[in-house]
């Protein structure tokens, strides 16, 4: 046996143990009186981006990145059902929708339990995660409602939390009206300045409770998270994606490399660490990032383990959670917290990291989406007095287009060119008319009129006010008439098209259709239209004789300056240099110095940070203007004189002073931007006056309030200056003002723009973008926008339109407010070719109303739409903030019965703002939050009655937008007989 | 009515579509007359390469590179689950054990469902893809039981394909011991040389039926393939991972880019072109490549679209399949293939790139692993006569690391350092007593014997034969004496340890357990043991003045030259410069002049293919000798004499003499190997003879058969010679010879190396690497092996021996073949210390075997393992081949009852080679095949008769192997109580 013995000891070879299955205990909740870490599982999926949205769909084009959303999807749902402790959220309905329909009754039957047991729970619910700088409040309404309406019609349930967890700051729309008034109960979100999130970090209050609306007071408010690391993803080493190379946690005590309490110990760390920089013992872990998920086991394979171990471990807690959950938990514990109001703009990641160039990134694609924002508003009135189609057309896939332009890469310019392109021809797919009109192009109009054709121009005015504008219209004869409906000739007036506007009408046509346009309109032929509300005029344009040829005025270079402007408003010019120099109104004795201008800063190449698709970074700025003089043309008719210059070989400007108007039209055509001395370059015009506003200027917030803007300076903390422009430039949507004592100067804009009061008495607006670096933002390419036709490539041009007029102090917000909605919903033009024996006019004008109706001034339908049969979603908004003007800011009613004059109102229900749930229900659910230094967690509100359902009077509080869903007899016949 | 039809040009928006679920149709079958696509779904997961085992398998270190094989698995179940027409083949054991270890019940039987319904198969089936030029057929045979076994006993199924499809050339062994003797029906494989590639390529000729066994003729036939690509994955295109950039097929109509009659046509494409290559109209596309399918979901997906619409597009047919039905749709088309002899070696993938450097890369890897072969065999022998622990060691985990450490990154040398450390550590874990014997540290013999201890020296005998052999064991005292069991003092001789020994001995000791030696060896014992068959024999070492001291003879350089050796044996040195000149066997009168030299060829660094882990790519030659005249030492004794010889201060020899041997044993200590210059270096020791071998020599494959290899030549195609040395380097694991017509010189190795005879009457043999540059094959690393320790790092150094004998042409055989055991199974020491006054030996002295009986001369015990109770595995091997020798090749028998005489035999079957089924069922299952040029596909073969069941004798003709399951009683009380 000794030899044996012996013999063991050769054997003394290793064991083997038997392998064992293990079942993690997932099941932790919340555990008082510890830290309690939420993992909460997400993937980030942009609406487009580097990739177009139907490539991150069906995960194509991956060179570019690795992406594939239905892999996310796919694979989630098993790994949901294998452990029903498991959780997810998803959020962008645009991709969830495309993965929905692809799918068998059985796999819809099984992720509509998931979303019922609440393992899978939709938040924030749009079809994207909408921009929040570029966006309009309208559009961000319509692309929530529409994701909204799908999950509540897929799963009947609505979204309880905002995610806007990427967008580039966060602006007060978003928080009280895509927040509060859709119902959510709190917000999250990533980014916000550096400087203030180290404040908040070091103060414990990343998390407060946000009152976006001065005019909605407390109801507004909303419990708002910012994360603590300023990203939405997983703590370091966290990280769980297929090739990951965070450490996965190894269990398997039979293989290399166990490592269970190194990875516990690094658990436990990364939890102090956030729960030392945020109120409570809760804390959340955002458990993903972009594109992730492909294949969610192995998110939940190692969050499994780490439930299971950490809370074996005992010193911190950890739980499948959702922000929800989070929020509902946090709402439990009855804390106060801290207050905030105003936005989080303008946001920088880090020192000269200013997210302010994005404001106006691709300049022609935000006008091209505003653009159609107003024209689907306009569609959907169309619709509901049509009738929808049953089968055919509808404006949905314009809606659905519409909805995913809004993402937080798309109307902010930051997506790379291939992917802005397929966001463009998404966008054109939905609308067919007269595409090129914003260029001088359209056939329609372009009929060669003198050999027996009329010309049917249709008028549509979508607003509920009666409207009276001139109407501009290319043509190519000379010799032309235009009548009302009644037959009556009415004024009307023709311009030449300045050669410049021909060439490039050549270049795009040929670069967007493919070819040369086969006749070549030469005239603009300008007539006033009037229209009555939610109606529409009819206008016969014939071969005659009755336009008035504008009168060309020769420059006169003299001292005494150019007057141009025959109604209330007259601007002078120079006669010695052809610049602006005053701003005369005769009505109101607004007389006032004034001076134009535009100049560019170079972008910055400094390697550290360039400007970029997302970064304003000057380095300097330089005026434009090529000569001494700038050349000087003036027009003169009897609708309107046009004021024609040139500032250099790239920037032309025409300016139209309407003899019935107080503002002044000025159309800038900008490009292509030189880079002929190897700069980038950003343009920007510049209004100088002498207002002393005392480093204080007025933006809008996505078109909707005004928020006071004070150069150099933050509410929340005290701001360290390092860019002295970027750091002050803001989004505008709607406009921009500034005032003293006695004066206010009002910018409106028809586009999303940056813009800013860098020098008191001056308004600067960025008007474009044209740049060499990539800013390392990600999108790893220079906004260099080029356009290819007629064998050459050249800079991208824009022209778009501002709107300028001073007002005595207290006077401008009428303007702002009436007129912008009119810059956002302009006539809306239609055309019928007719051979000249045509006379007959059905119905030759139209209103809905009824014609003894208006809408108060300050009321606005931003919604009008058939939903199915009887149904109509009708969303109304007050235009004007708390104490804005002195009669407008006041309690305003809507008469139901008058609006549809011709349709029974069986029933009106009013509504969440994106109509997934009855306003009273989403009220009563709505949590209350304590705010520090506040009494109590009591709402505070002034707002409208709710409608009696036999008046059917709507009432509305200033800033207020009540939504409805009616119940109408569906007779059209009303409409299309009379 | 007009107006509206008006509106409804306004209206002209976009359509949507409902969506649909599609379900593709993926039952398609063989289509007679077109071509068919079998499409493979597979993935090739490395056992260890960049990463470890372990690491690949859960997925760790992914910075190095993306691959979890446990996501692999985790996802096939699902993506087999969700269509039954999906198959999928899985290869390596190591990982699927590592798998299934870890599931639940539930999920093992839906694997067993998944395989008994074909969906899963496994082929292969070893615990890795073991390499086939370093690895020896034992080790090949052992890893691929282990694996058999497993499957066998979780699915009872026996894998029918052999898939070698990445080691590096393939080999005869391959083909037939690991192909035929396990039953495979085809092999298949993807690296052959480029240049047949090309020739096969335009012939048609890539599938074969190799004879890789000229003993075994027909019967060892076997059908391979070899891959038209030269990889095994997808046509360009057509890869499916998680984000790779391939296009997925887009068949929504309803997203953009929707490409299906595309990517119809690419796929049709790809199969006419590969079709135009292949002999039939069958066609096998891998669908994967290395660690591939973490989300299976991507791959299947993708390819059900791929055979929904290339079957509805008609031109060709695409299918889910197998190996297994590719091989026997081939086999049913009843067509004659080209026959292939020999083996695949050596493999070049372009001009220039021959991966003949991996035969010796890492040669102290490659040491420390056959010298674990031998252990391991030898161990389960012990392990079989002991009694298998029920629980605590076994040799199971020796048998784990042994299986992978087979796998074609791992002896190949060719994985990154520290996976390399990680199979050295696996190999250790097995390997616990006297791990440092071979670089002279082992500290249960140094004990200090002056103070009254004794030593107790165990000398296992693995082998059939009674065998004496010289031992040598390292102490630390000087006056010593050796007894055998009777007590009886015997010969035993002292030689110092060189320095140099010393120094390195310290330098290790260091390096791999961290500590000092703490006493120091001195001398090295020898005394001649003698051990029974399948026995052991003991010795003891106490104090005393018995050994005698070798005596030193200073160099006499004189033109008389210097003799050594005391037997037949005689070397003549050069007195002159030291140099080797001559080897005199006084009993066959073997007189030839020989020379002995050292050089190296330095690595090319060339950038287009520099020399590295892989390739051999020599750029000059040069001899290794620091001065003219070559240091040399002579020892003498009574035992054997030894020569010590300084080439440069890196390279070192020890030649012994043994008085009753008739051959050379060389020990080689080479290293650091200087890089110093900036060269990488591979060192080669040349052998000179005259004998006219005629660019004739003999390399063996895989340690058994000895092929013919002719310089600057290939049979089966005009080889256009671009290398003359790395491509006429072959594998050796056992041995090279050259001959001509009167003598025959033979070296035998003591691991894998390359070797080659570049001019006649030479042979050269690698015996270490040392590289500055990655040659591009992946690893991405140089080999450039270094040791720390004691702060220094330094190249690393290895230890090694070689044998040389000459013959009278047609003697070597004998040799090769028996010593050629006695090499692979050296005895095994194992030692206990003991008091003074212990005199005690309960077994002194032990054979397995009937003390009468040995084994012939021809045959070995390749395996004898207890499985479980009473059941025995028992491999005997028939050493020599038809004709090789006059009297060996000739057919052996084994008399069972004698080999085990203690035991009854209740029972024999014989099993396949990997003994997963039983031999018969394996013959006759097996496919026939029709080779071209031969009459029919009948086998002929020379083979041992049926084992008669009461007679219990074994017959072995010429290599055969033959394998064994025995029932026998489990009397383990006679072997303990003898």
């Not at 419990?223 to 994606?241: I, K, L, S, V, W």
């Not at 989406?369 to 619709?383: F, M, P, V």
């Not at 120079?574 to 535009?598: A, C």
């Not at 989403?922 to 409208?944: A, N, P, Y």
Request: glycine residues 6%.
């Amino acid at each position: 046996m000794a030899a044996f013995g012996v013999l063991a000891m050769v054997l003394s070879v290793c064991f083997v143990v038997e392998g064992k299955y293990i079942v993690y205990n997932t099941s932790a909740g919340v555990v008082p009186g510890k830290i309690n870490v939420h993992l909460v599982p997400h993937t980030h999926d942009d609406v487009g981006w580097l990739k177009t949205v139907d490539q991150y769909y069906v995960g194509s084009n991956n060179s570019i990145q690795g992406a594939c959303v239905q892999n996310v999807l796919d694979s989630l749902i098993p790994a949901l059902l294998a452990d029903k402790n498991r959780k997810f959220i998803y959020v962008e309905q645009a991709f969830f929708q495309r993965w929905w329909r692809q799918q068998s009754d059985e796999m819809k039957e099984t992720v509509k339990m998931l979303v019922s047991s609440g393992q899978l729970e939709f938040i924030n619910g749009g079809m994207c995660m909408h921009d929040e700088a570029a966006a309009h409040y309208i559009d961000m309404i319509d692309q929530t409602t529409l994701g909204h309406w799908y999950i509540k019609r897929d799963f009947n349930v609505t979204p309880r939390i905002g995610w806007q967890i990427d967008p580039f700051g966060h602006s007060a729309v978003q928080a009280y009206l895509l927040g509060a008034e859709v119902g959510f109960d709190a917000l999250y979100f990533a980014r916000i300045d550096y400087q203030d999130r180290a404040k908040r970090s070091a103060e414990k209050k990343l998390e407060v409770i946000w009152q976006g609306s001065k005019s909605h007071g407390s109801s507004s408010q909303i419990f708002t998270g910012a994360f603590y690391a300023g990203n939405y993803e997983p703590p370091t080493d966290f990280y769980y994606e297929v090739n990951d190379d965070s450490p996965i946690v190894q269990d398997d005590i039979e293989l290399f490399d166990y490592n269970v309490q190194e990875r516990v110990d690094a658990f436990v760390a990364a939890a102090y660490f956030q729960a030392n920089v945020t109120g409570t013992n809760h804390i959340m872990w955002t458990m993903g990032t972009d594109f992730k998920y492909q294949y969610a086991h192995t998110w939940f394979r190692n969050m499994d383990k780490l439930i299971h171990y950490v809370n074996q471990d005992g010193r911190v807690s950890a739980l499948y959670s959702s922000p929800s959950i989070y929020t509902d938990v946090k709402h439990a514990l009855d804390e106060s917290w801290p207050p905030k109001l105003d936005d989080y703009f303008p946001y920088a990641d880090r020192i000269d990291g200013y997210w302010t160039g994005y404001f106006t990134s691709r300049p022609t694609s935000k006008g091209f989406i505003r653009e159609l924002s107003g024209y689907y508003l306009a569609a959907r009135q169309l619709e509901f007095f049509r009738g929808r189609n049953k089968s055919g057309p509808t404006t949905d896939s314009l809606a659905d287009a519409l909805a995913i332009v809004q993402h937080h890469d798309a109307v902010s310019g930051t997506a790379k060119q291939h992917v802005a392109d397929d966001y463009a021809k998404r966008l054109s797919i939905g609308y067919e008319e007269c595409p090129l009109l914003n260029i001088s192009y359209c056939p329609a109009t372009e009929v060669d009129l003198s050999v027996g054709k009329k010309i049917v121009v249709l008028v549509y005015n979508p607003l509920g006010w009666k409207r009276t504008s001139v109407v501009r219209i290319p043509v190519i004869n000379k010799n032309l008439s235009v009548s009302d409906s009644t037959g009556k000739l009415i004024l009307s007036q023709l311009l030449p098209i300045v050669n410049a506007s021909l060439s490039m009408r050549k270049f795009y046509a040929s670069a967007y259709t493919g070819e040369s346009p086969s006749s070549v309109a030469k005239y603009w032929l300008a007539f006033t239209a009037v229209v009555p509300p939610l109606g529409f005029s009819t206008y016969v344009i014939s071969s005659g004789q009755s336009s008035v040829s504008t009168k060309f005025v020769p420059n006169s270079f003299d001292t005494g300056g150019i007057e141009v402007g025959q109604g209330n408003l007259k601007l002078i010019y120079s006669g010695n240099d052809g610049k602006l120099m005053k701003y005369i109104n005769g009505r109101n004795s607004v007389n006032v110095s004034l001076e134009q201008s535009y100049s560019y800063y170079v972008g910055s190449t400094d390697e550290l940070q360039a400007s970029g698709a997302y970064i304003f970074r000057p380095n300097g700025t330089h005026t434009i203007q090529s000569e001494e003089k700038i050349p000087l043309t003036v027009f003169r008719g009897p609708l309107y004189d046009e004021v024609h210059q040139r500032f250099s070989s790239w920037v032309y400007q025409t300016t139209r002073v309407y003899k019935e108007k107080e503002h002044a039209e000025v159309e800038f055509t900008v490009g292509p931007i030189s880079i002929d001395d190897g700069n980038g370059k950003e343009i920007v015009t510049k209004l100088k006056t002498m207002i002393g506003n005392n480093k204080t200027f007025y933006t809008d917030s996505n078109g909707r309030d005004f928020l006071e803007r004070i150069r150099d300076y933050r509410a929340d903390w005290d701001l360290q200056v390092n860019q002295p422009i970027a750091g002050n430039y803001y989004p505008i949507n709607l406009g921009i003002y500034i005032k003293d004592e006695s004066t206010e100067m009002s910018v409106l804009v028809d586009r999303s723009v940056g813009g800013s009061s860098i020098i008191d008495g001056e308004v600067e607006i960025m008007l474009h973008r044209r740049l060499l670096h990539d800013d390392g933002r990600g999108v790893d390419e220079a906004l260099n926008e080029t356009v290819c036709a007629l064998d050459t490539c050249t800079g991208l041009t824009v022209q778009g339109k501002y709107y300028l007029r001073l007002d005595q102090l207290g006077e401008g917000s009428k303007w702002r407010r009436s007129f912008g909605q009119e810059i956002y919903s302009p006539f809306l033009l239609a055309f019928s070719e007719q051979d000249d024996k045509w006379t007959n006019f059905p119905t030759p004008t139209f209103s809905a109303m009824d014609p003894s109706y208006s809408l108060p001034d300050n009321v606005a339908i931003i919604t009008l739409q058939e939903l199915q049969d009887s149904a109509v979603l009708l969303r109304l908004a007050h235009l004007y903030e708390v104490g804005e003007d002195k009669d407008l800011s006041s309690l305003a009613t809507v008469e139901l019965k008058r609006v549809f004059p011709h349709r029974k109102i069986n029933k009106i229900k009013e509504m969440s703002l994106s109509a997934n749930q009855e306003r009273a229900e989403m009220e009563r659910k709505r949590l209350s939050w304590k705010v520090e230094g506040s009494d109590t967690g009591h709402r505070s509100d002034s707002r409208g009655a709710l409608v009696d359902p036999v008046k059917l009077v709507v009432e509305l509080a200033p800033m207020e937008v009540r939504t409805f869903i009616l119940d109408l007899d569906s007779d059209i016949v009303q409409y299309s007989t009379r």
